[in-house]
């Protein structure tokens, strides 16, 4: 095996990623003095720096037209042009708290994983009430004013196979 060494610099660069046609490599280098999101042709090419005002974990979309990284507790996006100029850098969401790592699946949906909070945060209970042979599942009737809230009926949605219909109180 040989190995190839494609960031050369002397500087703290993480979080490399590869296009889906593993023809480009995105990743986060600090060479401006914060950490920014750089993308160059692999296996050699020219760098490009494609943030400004700070990026870092670097994601691709799918396809590889799209660029995604945080920026503090928000995700933006970077759409490239067919000639893989960029066409635009926008911001999609801020959750407004501390984000630990983010990914993109296939279909474009986004996994955050949040900070705690730290102080204890008091949350109802929540009891899954569903025995789809017996039949046993909650019902309004049955859950008007209770503490604590139900969840049941959990079912594949008909014709729509990632998605679950369910009832909550």
């Given at each position: 095996?040989?190995?190839?060494?494609?960031?050369?610099?002397?500087?703290?660069?993480?979080?490399?990623?590869?296009?889906?046609?593993?023809?480009?490599?995105?990743?986060?280098?600090?060479?401006?003095?914060?950490?920014?999101?750089?993308?160059?042709?692999?296996?050699?090419?020219?760098?490009?720096?494609?943030?400004?005002?700070?990026?870092?974990?670097p994601r691709w979309s799918n396809d590889g037209r799209e660029l995604f990284f945080r920026r503090g507790s928000a995700i933006h996006?970077?759409?490239?042009?067919?000639?893989?100029?960029?066409?635009?850098?926008?911001?999609?969401f801020d959750l407004k708290d501390v984000i630990r790592s983010f990914d993109v699946s296939r279909d474009g949906r986004f996994l955050?994983?949040?900070?705690?909070?730290?102080?204890?945060?008091?949350?109802?209970?929540?009891?899954?009430?569903?025995?789809?042979?017996?039949?046993?599942?909650?019902?309004?009737?049955?859950?008007?004013?209770?503490?604590?809230?139900?969840?049941?009926?959990?079912?594949?949605?008909?014709?729509?196979?990632?998605?679950?219909?369910?009832?909550?109180?």
């Amino acid at each position: 095996k040989r190995r190839l060494k494609v960031a050369q610099e002397a500087l703290n660069e993480d979080f490399a990623a590869f296009s889906p046609d593993g023809r480009f490599l995105a990743y986060q280098s600090d060479e401006s003095g914060r950490p920014e999101i750089f993308v160059q042709a692999y296996p050699t090419g020219s760098k490009r720096q494609v943030t400004t005002a700070g990026g870092t974990e670097p994601r691709w979309s799918n396809d590889g037209r799209e660029l995604f990284f945080r920026r503090g507790s928000a995700i933006h996006v970077v759409r490239f042009a067919l000639d893989r100029e960029i066409d635009s850098i926008a911001s999609l969401f801020d959750l407004k708290d501390v984000i630990r790592s983010f990914d993109v699946s296939r279909d474009g949906r986004f996994l955050v994983n949040v900070a705690a909070a730290s102080q204890p945060v008091e949350a109802p209970t929540i009891v899954v009430l569903d025995d789809p042979d017996e039949p046993e599942f909650p019902t309004p009737n049955d859950v008007v004013g209770a503490d604590p809230r139900f969840a049941g009926r959990i079912r594949q949605a008909p014709g729509a196979p990632m998605t679950l219909d369910l009832f909550i109180s």
